[in-house]
């Protein structure tokens, strides 16, 4: 149902485009880009929901969790991003995708500063609830958290765009974006849920959680770096590329992710 939803979303920003003959970019409005990004974030929302059918956790905390996301995640990562790191050569300046600079600063900058914040908003509230008593909610929060902090990210993206949105163009690149950053969380959301119930000693835990923050942060900031190489090589001009590459790499992550919770959801 929801991912009929998803579809339907993106078919119908297609189908208003060939109906009213909108064959140029958009100046998107407040409230359109709000809507653009919202509408995702709840259907991807509603389909991870469903995925803890055991034991589903109470609405309203996983509801605060993305709140938490769009509001305290979100903003708190571009901060990091753009006023709390020295410049000092993290910027990408070189032209070469694989330049040191680039890579540098798409994962130790803008791939860490975004995952520890969608990682210390639950760690430092739902984690400390009685209910966050199983592996699988650890999925489930993050999951969710990556959600709130993806429609933070695709209204600002939308936003910037100015006159240059493809209606068609910015409905899939919300729902991919969504997907994308819900699944990165949501890997680190399956160390996390793993490691609060493990019988291993503390630093073997605070290995865990380090590796899983750097694996999340490498796979948020390789899909940054190929996503602004797209942008830089033509992306402009076929832009669905750019979406195509965006889906395989989230609907990678996202599959290996569902294998990885349903061991979850057996074990539970």
């Known amino acids: 149902m929801f991912i009929g939803g998803l579809i339907g979303f993106v078919g119908f920003a297609w189908l208003v485009e060939r109906i009213f003959g909108l064959n140029r970019p958009l100046s998107l409005g407040p409230m359109l880009a709000v809507a653009m990004s919202i ?15 055991h034991e589903p956790e109470p609405r309203h905390l996983v509801a605060g969790v993305f709140a ?22 993290l910027e990408p300046q070189s032209t070469s995708l694989l330049s040191l600079d680039h890579i540098v600063y798409a994962v130790l900058v803008l791939g860490l500063a975004q995952e520890v914040c969608k990682y210390a908003v639950v760690r430092y509230s739902v984690y400390l609830s009685k209910e966050f008593d199983e592996p699988m909610d650890g999925v489930v929060y993050m999951m969710a958290v990556g959600t709130g902090f993806a429609t933070w990210d695709n209204y600002h993206q939308l936003s910037a765009l100015g006159n240059n949105v493809f209606l068609s163009i910015g409905a899939a690149k919300a729902v991919v974006n969504t997907l994308a950053h819900a699944s990165f969380a949501g890997a680190l959301g399956y160390v996390m849920g793993r490691t609060k119930f493990t019988r291993r000693s503390a630093p073997v835990r605070g290995l865990f959680l380090f590796l899983g923050l750097l694996g ?19 992306m ?14 989230a609907a990678a992550v996202f599959t290996g992710l569902m294998l990885a919770a349903r061991r979850l959801l057996h074990d539970s």
């Open 39 to 53: 509408v995702p974030a709840a259907l991807w929302l509603g389909f991870f929901y469903l995925w803890d059918r």
């Open 68 to 89: 938490l996301g769009l509001f305290i995640a979100g903003p708190l990562s571009d901060f990091i991003r753009t006023q709390a790191v020295p410049p000092l050569g």
């Open 216 to 234: 999340a942060a490498i796979l948020n900031g390789q899909f940054a770096l190929v996503q602004a190489w797209l942008k830089n090589t033509g």
């Open 236 to 249: 402009q001009k076929y832009p669905w590329r750019g979406i195509a590459y965006a889906a395989v790499v």
